[in-house]
T-cell receptor, first 115, second 116 residues
C-alpha cells in the first residue's frame, strides 16, 4: 500500500511569485485535503477535493487554489506569495463517504519559505 | 478564534509512568475527535479517535476520554515509552451536519518528552 507522497520537500520562493505543490494520495483514497501548518501552530484546513471538485474550504483567500486529477492526485497553487505564506503544507487523503474509522492519512509535507 | 485548544505547550514524563494530554474545544457542533502524533520532518500520524456517542475509547496503551459537558478530551498513554516523544495534536470535526470528513480543526499541539 503506497502512502501519501508530496513534492517537493522544500521550496524557496520570492514574495509575489507563484508556487505549485503536488500530492499523490494513498492508494484507494479518493479525497484529498490540504492543510497549512505555521511554525508552532497546528495544521489549518485550506480546502478539500472530492471527485475533482472543491468540497469544503477554510478561511484562505482565493489566491490559494487547487486541482484534483482523475487519478486522485492533487495540486495546491498559491499566487502572489506573501511572507506569511511561509509554512509547512500538508496533504492528506481519505476515503470519502467512509465510516468514522477512516481518518486522514498525511504526507510528510512541503516546507515553503517565502523571502 | 481558536476552537480547539491545547493549553500545555509541553509535557515531560518519566518512562513507565502515565502521560496525560489535554484538549478543550468550544464548538458544540464537533462530534468526532482524533489524536495525531507528529515526529520532526514527518506528517501527522493518526493515533486514536472517539465519536461523541462514546466517552472512552481504548487502543493498547492509548485511551481517549471525552467529557462532552465540559467540552474536554484527554489522551492517556500508559506506560509511556521514550519512542512516544513527539508532538501530539488534538483535532475535531463536525460530521453530523454533512461537513466533509476532511475538515479537521486542530489544536496547537503539545510536545511530549518521555525520559528513560
Amino acid at each position: 500500500e503506497t502512502g501519501v507522497t508530496q513534492s517537493p520537500t522544500h521550496l524557496i520562493k520570492t514574495r509575489g511569485q507563484q508556487v505549485t505543490l503536488r500530492c499523490s494520495s494513498q492508494s484507494g483514497h479518493n479525497t484529498v485535503s490540504w492543510y497549512q501548518q505555521a511554525l508552532g501552530q497546528g495544521p489549518q484546513f485550506i480546502f478539500q477535493y472530492y471527485r475533482e471538485e472543491e468540497n469544503g474550504r477554510g478561511n484562505f483567500p482565493p489566491r490559494f487554489s487547487g486541482l484534483q486529477f482523475p487519478n486522485y492526485s492533487s495540486e495546491l497553487n498559491v499566487n502572489a506569495l506573501e511572507l506569511d505564506d511561509s509554512a509547512l503544507y500538508l496533504c492528506a487523503s481519505s476515503l470519502g463517504g467512509a465510516p468514522l474509522n477512516s481518518p486522514l492519512h498525511f504526507g510528510n509535507g512541503t516546507r515553503l519559505t517565502v523571502t | 478564534d481558536q476552537q480547539v485548544k491545547q493549553n500545555s505547550p509541553s509535557l515531560s514524563v518519566q518512562e513507565g509512568r502515565i502521560s496525560i494530554l489535554n484538549c478543550d474545544y468550544t464548538n458544540s457542533m464537533f462530534d468526532y475527535f482524533l489524536w495525531y502524533k507528529k515526529y520532526p520532518a514527518e506528517g501527522p500520524t493518526f493515533l486514536i479517535s472517539i465519536s461523541s456517542i462514546k466517552d472512552k475509547n481504548e487502543d493498547g496503551r492509548f485511551t481517549v476520554f471525552l467529557n462532552k459537558s465540559a467540552k474536554h478530551l484527554s489522551l492517556h498513554i500508559v506506560p509511556s515509552q521514550p519512542g512516544d516523544s513527539a508532538v501530539y495534536f488534538c483535532a475535531a470535526s463536525a460530521l453530523a451536519g454533512g461537513t466533509s470528513y476532511g475538515k479537521l480543526t486542530f489544536g496547537q499541539g503539545t510536545i511530549l518528552t518521555v525520559h528513560p
